[in-house]
């Protein structure tokens, strides 16, 4: 069974930094592009940041860029999300997430096809 397993998550007071983490079991997905979302109250789950099957091409939120940086270590079958600068906008539960087919960077929710159950980020003084 697919399970896809987030950690890192927490408080931090604005300017800080947090990373967080997704660890992969039942199937390797070194062959697959990975993305992280976000989620708050009353909003659509948007994406964060995207990161194709080798690691060599990324995509970022506008809202994110310069701030974040996604990267995988495929032999560990993980991906993580460097977050610095945070800021109060940046309060989310935070989401990692597999591609539905491979070779792909994902760039919409409707090409994952396994998500984890999340992790809580806030950013506040």
């Known amino acids: 069974q697919v399970q896809l397993v987030e950690s890192g998550g927490g408080s931090v007071q604005p300017g800080g930094s947090l990373r967080l983490s997704c660890e992969v079991s039942g199937r390797t997905f070194r062959d697959y592009g990975m993305a992280w979302f976000r989620q708050t109250p009353g909003k659509e789950r948007e994406i964060v940041a995207a990161?194709?099957?080798?690691?060599?091409?990324?995509s970022y939120a506008d809202s994110v860029k310069g701030r974040f940086t996604i990267s995988r270590a495929n032999a560990l079958n993980t991906v993580f999300l460097q977050m610095n600068s945070l800021k109060p906008e940046d309060t989310a539960v935070y989401y990692c997430a597999a591609a539905r087919e491979p070779w792909t960077l994902p760039t919409n929710a409707r090409a994952m096809a396994y998500w984890g159950r999340g992790s809580l980020v806030t950013v506040s003084s």
């Open positions: 990161i194709n099957w080798s690691g060599g091409r990324t």
